[in-house]
C-alpha cells in the first residue's frame, strides 16, 4: 500500500505551479515561454482536478481534466500557428514588439 | 334665367381667345401656316363678336329693364377686415357702361376683321391677336367695373397692350437705324404712367374721404357731404369737401391728359401710329383714348358738385373749366399741327387728339351727352378713316412691290415711304372701295350734314354757344381746321395725279379689308341719327323721359347713368345743361365752317403738289410757324427741362440723399448690419460655437486619458484579467467568510 500523500501538498505544488505560470507570463518577453506558462497554469488546474477527484472519490474531476487537455491541444495548434505567422512578419517573436493595437 | 348674368362673358369669351392663341396659337401657325392663320385670327374674332353679342344682349334687358342700373357681383376681391376696406369684383351693367361696351366689342369686332386680312403673312400673326384680345379683355373690364379700382385695373391693362401693341414690329429699324418703334412704344408708356400716378392720388383721396372705391356710394356720399356742408378730416387738418374734390378732379384730369392724349402729354399719340394700322384704328382712334373721356363722364357729381361750390384752383378757375379749356386748347392746336404733317396716319392722329378735345371740352361744359355722342360717332369715322388709310398704305405698298420686281425702270430705292401722302394722288381710281368709303368719313370728320360727324359736334358746339362763348370761338376754328386739313389729305390722297411709280400700280385691298370699311362707312352715315334732335325730341314729348317706345335717343339712354342729370332735375346741381335741339345758326355756321375749311383746302392744294418733292404750298405762309412752333419749343424748353429737373430731384436729393442714403443706409442697413455682426460674432462663434465645440472638447480630453489605458501589450491586458480575477477572488472569499 503506498503511501497516501495528503491533499495539502498537492494543492501547495499546484499553487506554486500557477504562480509560476502567472509570473511567467508577466513577466516573460519571449512568446514561446509565454504560451509555455499558458500550459504550465492549465496544468496545474489539472493536477488540482485530479488531486481533488482521488481525494474525494469522484470521476468528475477526472472527466474535466480530459476536456482542459483537448482544448489546450486545440489552443495549442491555433496558438503556434498565431506564433508562426508573427515571427514570419516581424522575424521576432518578442511580445513587445507586438503593440500595433494601442489605443 | 335673368340675362344680366351673362354679362361676365364678356370679360371671359375674350380672355379664351387669348389663351388659346397664347397657348397653341403659334404652334399651329408654325406647323401649317394657311390653316394656322385662319384658325387663330378667327378664334379671336369670334371671341370678340361673341363679347358683342353679349352687349347687344345686355342693351335689351337694360331697355326691358327700364335703363335702370343692374350689378353682377363675381367674386371678392380685396377684403381687409382691419381697415374696412373691401373691394368686390362687380360689374356695373348701366347705360352708360353697356354704351362703352357696344362701341368697344362692336367696332373692336370689325378692326378685328379687317386685321385677319391686314396681319396676312407677317410673322408674329398668333402674338398680334392675342395682344388685341387682350386689349378688348382689358377695356372691358375697364368700362364694365363698378369701382374706381376696377377701372384702374383696366386702365393699365389696355396701357400695357398699348405699350405691347405700339411696339409690335420693335425689331424694325427705321431710315436712321434705330429702333424707332420700341422707343414709341416706352414714350407712351411713359406719358401714360405721369397720367396713371394723378389717377392713383386721386383713388386715394377718394378713399381717404369716402371710405370706399365703388361708383355709387362714392356719388350718394358726395352729395349728401356736399349738402350737409361736411368737412374732410386729414389728420389735424380739416378741409371742406370742395377743395378736396378739386384736388381729386385736377389730378382725374392729369390722367385724361395722359389717356386721351390732351395737352400737355398728348405728344405720345403721334408716335403711336408706328404700330400695325389695326392698332392704331381700335386703341389710338376708337376705344383706349376715349377711356379719359369715360373716366370725365363717370365722374360727373364730383365735377359738377365742384362747379357748384364755386371752388377755384389757385383763385383763378374751376376744374371743370380748366377741363374745358384744355380740351379746346387741345382741339385747336392739333388741328394746327395736322395742317403741316405729310404722313397720312400722322394726319389721323392729330386729327384724333384734336377730336378728343373736343369731347373733352364737352365734358368740361358739362355736356356729357353731347361727349358721349361725340365719342360714338367719331369711334365709327376715325375707325374708318383709319382703316381706310390701312387700306391705302396695303395698296401702295404692292404698288411698290410690283415695280421692284417689274422691268420698267422705276424699281431703284428712292427713299419711297408707303404712307408719304406725297408720293400718293390719284388713287380715286385706283382703290374705289377705299375712296369711297374715305370720303365718307372725311366729310363726317370735317362735320358735313348729314353724315354722323355734324351731328355729334354740333350738339357740342350749340353747348358751348349757350355756356362758354370763349370756349366756342375756339372750337369753331378748330372745326374749320379739320375741315381744312381733311380737305388737304383727300386732294394728296385720292385727286390729281399720281406722283409714284408705286400710286400709278397701287390697287383695291382685299375683301376681307373693304367689308368692314364698308360696314363702318354705313354707321358713319346712320350714326347721327343715334340723337337726332327732330325724332328724339319728339318721341320723348310723347312718352315722356324714360321712352321705352320705338326710337330710343343716346340722351334719354344715357341719362340714367349720368347721376348728375337727375340731380340737376332735382334741384341738388345747377348744370349747365343743354337738352339735344338744334339751332339753325349754329348748324348753318358749323356748316359754313366746314365747307369753308374744304375750300379753303381746295383752293390751296388743287393739282398740288405736282410731283412728291414740291415743297409743301403752306410751307410759305406765316401761319405754318406760328402754329407749329409755339407749340414745339413750349414743350422742349418748358415742359421737359422742368419735367426734368423735377425728375432730377426727385431721383437726387429725395430718393438719393433722404430715401436712399439717409434712411436705407443709416437707419435700416447699419441697424441691420450691427445686428447682423452681434448674431454673427457673439451670439453664433460664441454662443453656439462654444457650447459644441466645448462638449467635443470635454470628450476628447476624456478619451486621452482612457486611451491611456490601452497599451497594446498583451502583458498588460494579462495583469488586468489576473487582477481582476484576484479581485473576484477576494470578494466571493470575503462575501463567503
Known amino acids: ?103 | 334665367m335673368n340675362t344680366f348674368s351673362l354679362a361676365p362673358l364678356i370679360i371671359y369669351l375674350p380672355l379664351a381667345g387669348l389663351l388659346f392663341n397664347a397657348l397653341f396659337g403659334w404652334r399651329i401657325v408654325d406647323a401649317d401656316r394657311e390653316v394656322g392663320e385662319r384658325v387663330t385670327g378667327w378664334v379671336a374674332t369670334l371671341m370678340v363678336v361673341g363679347a358683342f353679342i353679349v352687349s347687344v344682349t345686355l342693351f335689351l334687358s337694360l331697355v326691358s329693364n327700364g335703363f335702370s342700373a343692374w350689378f353682377v357681383p363675381m367674386f371678392k376681391w380685396i377684403v381687409i377686415p382691419s381697415a374696412n376696406f373691401e373691394v368686390n369684383w362687380t360689374l356695373q351693367i348701366d347705360t352708360l357702361s353697356v354704351t362703352m361696351m357696344l362701341v368697344v366689342s362692336g367696332v373692336g369686332s370689325l378692326i378685328h376683321i379687317y386685321a385677319l386680312g391686314y396681319m396676312k403673312g407677317d410673322m408674329d400673326y398668333s402674338r398680334f391677336f392675342v395682344y388685341f384680345n387682350l386689349f378688348i379683355f382689358f377695356m372691358l373690364i375697364l368700362v364694365s367695373g363698378s369701382s374706381y379700382l376696377m377701372m384702374f385695373v383696366g386702365w393699365e391693362g389696355v396701357g400695357l397692350c398699348s405699350y405691347l401693341l405700339i411696339s409690335f414690329w420693335w425689331y424694325r429699324l427705321d431710315k436712321e437705324g434705330k429702333t424707332a418703334n420700341a422707343t414709341a412704344g416706352r414714350k407712351a408708356m411713359v406719358m401714360n404712367r405721369i397720367g396713371d400716378f394723378g389717377v392713383l392720388i386721386a383713388m386715394f383721396l377718394l378713399f381717404w374721404t369716402f371710405g370706399t372705391l365703388d361708383y355709387k356710394p362714392i356719388f350718394d356720399g358726395a352729395v349728401k357731404m356736399f349738402e350737409a356742408n361736411q368737412m374732410v378730416q386729414f389728420g389735424g387738418m380739416s378741409l371742406p369737401l370742395p377743395t378736396v374734390l378739386t384736388a381729386v378732379t385736377l389730378l382725374f384730369l392729369l390722367g385724361v391728359t395722359g389717356k386721351s392724349a390732351q395737352i400737355p402729354l398728348y405728344t405720345w399719340l403721334p408716335d403711336a401710329m408706328a404700330g400695325p394700322t389695326p392698332v392704331s384704328a381700335l386703341i389710338h382712334a376708337a376705344t383706349m383714348v376715349t377711356a379719359g373721356v369715360y373716366l370725365l363722364v363717370r365722374s360727373d357729381v364730383l365735377y359738377e358738385i365742384v362747379r357748384q361750390s364755386g371752388a377755384l384752383l389757385l383763385g383763378l378757375i374751376s376744374t371743370p373749366d380748366l377741363v374745358a379749356w384744355v380740351g379746346a386748347l387741345t382741339a385747336f392746336f392739333a388741328g394746327l399741327i395736322a395742317f403741316s404733317q405729310n404722313d397720312i396716319k400722322k394726319v389721323l392722329a392729330y386729327s384724333t387728339v384734336s377730336q378728343l378735345g373736343f369731347m373733352v371740352a364737352a365734358a368740361g361744359m358739362g355736356a356729357y351727352v353731347a361727349a358721349m355722342f361725340h365719342l360714338i360717332t367719331h369711334a365709327f369715322f376715325k375707325a374708318l378713316l383709319f382703316l381706310g388709310s390701312g387700306s391705302v398704305i396695303h395698296g401702295m405698298e404692292h404698288g411698290h412691290h410690283e415695280i421692284s420686281h417689274g422691268h420698267d425702270g422705276h424699281g431703284e430705292d428712292d427713299g419711297f415711304d408707303p404712307q408719304d401722302m406725297r408720293y400718293m394722288g390719284g388713287l380715286r381710281h385706283k382703290m374705289r372701295v377705299t375712296y369711297v368709303t374715305y370720303l365718307i368719313g372725311a366729310l363726317a370728320l370735317a362735320g358735313i350734314f348729314p353724315l354722323a360727324g355734324f351731328w355729334s359736334k354740333d350738339e357740342i358746339l350749340l353747348h358751348a354757344q349757350t355756356h362758354q362763348t370763349p370756349i366756342f370761338i375756339i372750337l369753331a376754328l378748330a372745326a374749320m381746321g379739320t375741315a381744312f386739313y381733311v380737305g388737304r389729305q383727300l386732294i394728296m390722297v385720292f385727286f390729281g395725279q399720281p406722283r409714284h411709280a408705286a400710286a400709278e400700280h397701287a390697287h383695291e385691298s382685299p375683301a376681307l379689308m373693304t367689308r368692314p370699311l364698308v360696314v363702318l362707312a354705313g354707321l358713319t352715315v346712320l350714326g347721327g341719327l343715334l340723337n337726332v334732335p327732330y325724332l328724339s325730341a319728339a318721341a320723348a314729348e310723347r312718352a315722356g323721359m324714360h321712352a321705352k317706345g320705338f326710337w330710343l335717343a343716346l340722351e334719354q339712354w344715357v341719362a340714367p347713368s349720368i347721376p348728375a342729370l337727375e340731380l340737376a332735375e332735382e334741384g341738388v346741381l345747377h348744370l349747365p345743361h343743354t337738352p339735344i335741339s338744334v339751332s339753325y345758326a349754329v348748324a348753318g355756321l358749323s356748316m359754313l365752317l366746314a365747307v369753308g375749311g374744304l375750300a379753303l383746302a381746295y383752293l390751296i392744294y388743287r393739282g398740288r403738289p405736282k410731283t412728291y418733292d414740291e415743297p409743301d404750298r403752306l410751307s410759305r405762309t406765316p401761319i405754318w410757324w406760328w402754329s407749329i412752333l409755339p407749340l414745339n419749343s413750349l414743350h422742349m424748353k418748358i415742359l421737359v427741362p422742368g419735367f426734368n429737373r423735377m425728375a432730377a430731384w426727385l431721383a437726387f436729393k429725395f430718393d438719393g440723399e433722404f430715401w436712399s442714403d439717409f434712411l436705407h443706409d443709416r437707419v435700416l442697413r447699419d441697424t441691420f448690419v450691427s445686428f447682423a455682426d452681434f448674431s454673427s460674432d457673439v451670439l453664433d462663434s460664441q454662443g453656439v460655437d462654444g457650447l459644441v465645440n466645448g462638449s467635443a472638447t470635454v470628450v476628447r480630453r476624456l478619451s486621452g486619458l482612457l486611451r491611456l489605458t490601452q497599451t497594446g501589450y498583451v502583458r498588460t491586458y494579462a495583469l488586468a484579467v489576473f487582477l481582476g480575477a484576484v479581485g473576484l477572488l477576494v470578494y466571493f472569499l470575503l462575501a463567503a467568510g
Open chain 1, 1 to 103: 500500500m503506498p503511501s497516501v500523500v495528503d491533499i495539502n501538498w498537492y494543492i501547495a505544488l499546484s499553487g506554486i505551479l500557477f504562480v509560476i505560470g502567472v509570473l511567467g507570463v508577466l513577466l516573460r518577453r519571449n512568446a514561446i515561454i509565454v504560451f509555455m506558462s499558458i500550459e504550465l497554469m492549465l496544468n496545474s488546474a489539472n493536477l488540482l482536478f485530479v488531486a481533488f477527484a482521488r481525494h474525494l472519490g469522484s470521476l468528475h474531476g477526472q472527466v474535466l481534466v480530459f476536456f482542459v487537455i483537448t482544448v489546450a491541444a486545440a489552443e495549442v495548434a491555433v496558438g503556434l500557428a498565431l506564433i508562426v505567422a508573427i515571427f514570419r512578419t516581424k522575424k521576432s517573436i518578442n511580445i513587445d514588439e507586438i503593440n500595433i493595437l494601442k489605443g
